[in-house]
């Protein structure tokens, strides 16, 4: 059994909860909670686990002792474990409310082939159930899953090395820092071509995060866990003062959530120069401030298309941006690759400068949104989707490529149009011009002939009708 099977499986123990009234992402945490247990056996480290709450002790139990201990176990991990153990159960408290549901999955889950499992990644295995969890829209997950495909794309062109020290400030479940340590990995064969002190440095300090829902909070800390990553996760707010001290990273990666401040509030940071009640672009001033002043240090940003036109603040933040970074390309990325179906997104990538004015020269466009096909559940974005982008941000001369749907717009271009950065967009084959539309009286006109033809044709049926019946 492979492990798309066995999160397949896992999976449709879910159905085994309705009765309980228990929501998708609310099985993710029960099964969080469960797995945490039963991988710390198949992987030998359940040392920080107390030794009557682990693997062994759970499984034996059954009926109301089982919902009675288990509830024990929720409350003295959180209270009592050490470590991960203690921030993964901080809090925690069960909805499964029938002893034979609990028993069924516990015993469903020990009976699971975990030597493929282990053969093919724990890690991966977790990552796959977090997938499914975001897949499914009335889980509401995928509202704070950026696609697997656009996370790699990412990755691979901001190129994270080892020694840099990588940061995503809304980690959701940590699906960016996951795939930088799995493309550092390819990389040094595991970690193996690195020092011992260089190893060291990539477990324990290289990915970091912030998050500021406590159940998705566990869901990285679990996935982190899985990809032997130890780095520090803070629970919180980014645009809080927990964001004055996440400073000097080499990269940042990062979909920040969609929407303002409710209530129109302002952060509760200080250190930020333009307060505004929109949160992505309170995020991104957080972003281009953490990176280090090096000429070297980038980011990889999400972000909706209001960034790019608000006036007020929004003009301001972009000006300040162009001025103390390098922002190079923007990706405009097709509709429907969210959860939020109608929302429109980019792709900021940028290079902090040492300087702190006119690091922008020029930005350069590329419009993967237009006349592009709709993504969803049967048609699903993939890196093919890519290909293209990938090639004209990798050129060594873009003013060479030729592709359509690349532009570049010079800074000045740029402060002529009001600093706004809604540029880029193509053509739109689907839109038909004016000159095209065919005349609207004639139109109509046409329209009530073919009624008045249609109409004659069905009273003449109806009159064909009814003579033949005084005929019978």
Request: some cysteine.
């Amino acid at each position: 059994m492979n492990n798309q099977e066995i999160v397949t499986k896992l999976w449709n123990l879910c159905n085994v909860l309705r009765d309980d009234g228990i929501t998708y992402h609310q099985y993710v945490t029960e099964l969080t909670y469960i797995l945490f247990l039963k991988m710390a056996k198949e992987t030998s480290v359940e040392g920080n686990i107390p030794e009557e709450y682990r693997w062994d002790k759970l499984v034996e139990k059954e009926g109301a002792e089982l919902r009675s201990f288990y509830r024990r176990l929720l409350l003295d991990l959180g209270e009592k474990g050490n470590g991960r153990v203690k921030q993964i159960y901080a809090d925690a408290n069960t909805n499964i409310e029938e002893p034979k549901n609990l028993e069924k999955i516990i015993k469903s889950i020990d009976s699971l082939d975990w030597y493929s499992a282990r053969e093919e990644g724990l890690g991966n295995l977790y990552e796959g159930l977090l997938e499914k969890n975001a897949g499914e829209k009335k889980s509401g997950a995928g509202q704070y899953f950026t696609p697997r495909p656009l996370i790699n794309v990412i990755v691979q062109l901001t190129d994270p090395k080892p020694g840099e020290r990588c940061n995503d400030p809304a980690s959701g479940t940590f699906g960016f820092m996951i795939a930088a340590d799995h493309y550092i990995k390819e990389k040094t064969a595991d970690l193996f071509d690195l020092s011992e002190e260089e190893q060291e440095f990539q477990i324990k300090e290289a990915f970091s995060g912030c998050e500021l829902v406590h159940e998705t909070h566990r869901l990285a800390l679990m996935n982190a866990m899985l990809h032997d990553i130890e780095g520090n996760i803070y629970l919180g707010d980014s645009l809080s003062n927990i964001g004055k001290q996440m400073k000097g990273y080499d990269v940042v990666m990062t979909n920040p959530p969609f929407g303002t401040k409710k209530g129109g509030e302002r952060p509760t940071r200080d250190d930020l120069t333009y307060l505004s009640s929109n949160k992505q672009l309170n995020f991104l001033q957080h972003i281009y401030r953490s990176l280090k002043k090096d000429g070297k240090a980038r980011a990889a940003v999400v972000l909706p298309d209001n960034v790019l036109f608000q006036d007020g603040d929004g003009q301001k933040i972009r000006e300040d941006l162009m001025n103390k970074c390098n922002l190079h390309t923007i990706l405009r990325l097709p509709t429907g690759i969210f959860y939020a179906q109608g929302v429109k997104t980019n792709v900021l990538f940028f290079t902090r400068g040492i300087t702190e004015k006119d690091n922008t020269k020029e930005v350069w466009f590329y419009d993967l949104r237009t006349n592009m096909q709709s993504f969803g559940k049967r048609n699903p974005l993939t890196e093919k989707h890519f290909e293209d982008f990938i090639k004209v941000y990798n050129a060594e001369d873009r003013t060479k490529v030729e592709d359509e749907r690349l532009s570049v717009f010079k800074r000045d271009e740029i402060r002529e149009k009001g600093d706004t950065l809604d540029l880029g967009l193509i053509k739109d084959e689907s839109l038909t011009s004016y000159e095209d539309l065919p005349d609207p009286i004639e139109s109509a006109e046409e329209a009530v002939a073919k009624l008045e033809e249609a109409t004659d044709l069905l009273l003449s049926v109806i009159k064909e009708l009814k003579s033949l019946e005084g005929g019978n």
